[in-house]
């Protein structure tokens, strides 16, 4: 049996390189995928059921989050599904930072199966767009360095970060109170920014420890599964096994990270600091890297191991198929000359890198490989603005077919006025990739009344954690 179970893993895994060598379309032996992975008793192995499809990640700020939504998005496109996106006037975000409403999607985006863009997060809203069984999840990472990559990300926009001398983190740690502001303008980057971002109160007193419990509980109520960054392939293996996803769902490279130059080492002090100052996102943090391993050990961590080494293999072969057999090399956004994989940049203090496909090789490309490789390394911004262009294009032509008294769209909530937000400059975003919005998506029948979601069942006991996986920008 054991020899079957390696012929098998082997058959595979050649399937697949032989597949992505010819610019075909990536597909998966999911009974090898499945070798020795058990199913948990509130969601079976992946395979066995029909993908899930209705989600909402919550995506929080420098987490790795970009990467996720990246994934969330070419997993809408290859299944036709829709996707909830901003009103034009909100940007990429869903008016953030404000909280969360249904008036802030574009109703020609709805009914949604997915919902990825940032967003202070709604419970009661969220709920009321979403169908019933829609399965929530979300992302964080270890408070001192996704403080310290705030810090150097928005040092020009928040007013907090801006009176800090010289622009130096020691200093603001040393007296964090001293340039901190509750009513600044983006002050939610700069204290417990992962609770603001899941609809807490940033700003409660360090020594209200049953808010704090309290809050814990509700997002551990609220979300099916919170992905930890410093393990994000473990995070991916969990997160395959809850929705019943393949591998080729989770496939990704890694985006929207910083050049090395722009990034600061932390000591133990430094770090320390950075979770006095942040108590409360470093209780979820504790909390949620805990249960990530609980998780884990309920699933097998040998299992968990082997898919992980998996993924990585085909991901490795599939990132290759598009830069030519080689690992793509990472170019100061400044220097990449195509606009539409170009990331933002905050501001002249940071160096964000992106990727670019060898002009050569993609001429030679198939429509759907080149399609693909292109997704793979579009930045958020510019992805969401090829996805709103498509999803208004199918609702337009599904809409000529009906009867006219049918015809209206929907109405747009008025506003007069909207937050400004730095990743939106004078209310435009960048071109859409030429050709790019031409996904032909089926409507959704999904009805948005109010809902519940799904949840894991929590057993096991935490095993040793392994190697970080993703260091995030």
């Known amino acids: ?59 929080t700020h420098k987490t790795a989050s970009s990467t996720m939504q990246n994934i969330l998005f070419r997993f809408a496109e290859r299944n036709n599904l829709t996707v909830a996106l901003p009103l034009q006037n909100c940007g990429h975000q869903f008016c953030y930072p404000l909280l969360f409403t249904s008036h802030f999607v574009h109703p020609q985006t709805l009914p949604a199966n997915i919902v990825t863009n940032h967003m202070r997060f709604n419970k009661a809203e969220m709920q009321r767009l979403m169908p019933n069984g829609t399965i929530y999840i979300t992302i964080l990472r270890e408070p001192g360095s996704m403080f310290e990559s705030l810090f150097s990300y928005y040092n020009q926009v928040c007013q907090s970060f801006r009176r800090v001398p010289n622009g130096s983190l020691e200093a603001f740690l040393e007296e964090p109170r001293r340039y901190y502001r509750r009513d600044d303008k983006f002050s939610m980057y700069g204290h417990n920014a992962a609770t603001y971002d899941l609809g807490g109160d940033k700003d409660r007193p360090d020594t209200d420890t049953a808010y704090a419990q309290s809050f814990v509980a509700e997002v551990d109520k609220v979300f099916s599964l919170v992905m930890i960054a410093e393990y994000f392939d473990e995070s991916l293996i969990l997160l395959r096994h809850l929705l019943s996803w393949d591998l080729e769902d989770i496939l990704y490279i890694k985006l929207n990270m910083r050049m090395s130059s722009s990034k600061k080492s932390l000591t133990s002090a430094l770090s320390s600091k950075i979770r006095a100052w942040n108590v409360i996102d470093t209780r979820l943090y504790d909390h949620f890297n805990a249960t990530l391993w609980r998780k884990i050990s309920a699933l097998g961590p040998a299992c968990v191991a082997r898919e992980v080494k998996l993924l990585r293999q085909a991901q ?5 198929s598009c830069f030519g057999g080689r690992t793509p090399p990472l170019r100061s956004a400044a220097k990449i000359k195509d606009k539409e994989l170009r990331p933002w940049i905050p501001s002249g203090k940071v160096d964000i890198v992106g990727y670019e496909l060898p002009v050569n090789l993609s001429m030679g490309f198939t429509r759907q490989v080149h399609e693909l490789c292109l997704k793979l390394i579009m930045p958020e911004l510019q992805y969401t603005e ?67 979601q799904g949840r894991t069942t929590k057993s096991g006991n935490e095993s040793t954690q392994t190697q970080a996986s993703l260091t995030p920008n």
């Open 316 to 320: 490795e072969r599939l990132v290759k």
């Open 386 to 452: 090829v996805l709103l262009r498509s999803q208004l294009l199918h609702y337009r032509r599904s809409h000529q077919l009906r009867p006219a008294q049918q015809s209206h769209p929907p109405p747009q909530p008025k506003r007069k006025s909207l937050p400004w937000h730095p990743q939106v400059q004078s209310g435009q975003l960048p071109p859409a990739a030429p050709g790019s919005a031409t996904v032909t998506r089926s409507t959704s029948t999904s009805n948005p009344a109010a809902g519940t």
């Open 1 to 59: 049996m054991g020899q079957k179970k390696i012929f098998l893993v082997f058959v595979a895994i050649s399937t697949v390189s032989l597949l992505l060598l010819h610019g075909g379309h990536l597909s998966w032996n999911m009974e090898a995928f499945n070798i020795g992975c058990p199913a948990i008793p509130s969601h079976p192995s992946p395979g066995l059921k029909p993908k899930h499809k209705n989600v909402v990640f919550l995506k």
